[in-house]
């Protein structure tokens, strides 16, 4: 039994004065043979696109870790030149404290 030209979907794109002859699954709509194709093409260069902006978050992403992992060795570095410097004027303190003691060590022994 052949089916009657009116019974047949019409092709979205050409407001119904193309039949469909293609379904698409991820947006429900028909397209006949001509908008087929230009759908199929639209939807590659969709995708093309969303595969740009992934790579391009992609490499955002490394940088600003390679980033991080910089800032994070200068903060060590800042870190161990605290640590370095009060270790050192501790020293030299330590140092002063002595030799303040000697001088009033000996200071007391010339008095007595």
Known sequence: MASSPSSKTPCT???????GIFKCEGC??????KHAIEHRDILSHQLDEIVLEYDTLQQTTVENKDKNNHLHSLINQI???EKDSIEKIQQTAQ???QQVNELTNTQQGKLK
């Open 28 to 33: 429900a709509q028909v397209f006949c043979r």
């Open 79 to 81: 870190d161990k030149w």
């Open 13 to 19: 794109t050409c407001d119904n004065k193309g039949v």
């Open 95 to 97: 140092k002063a404290r």
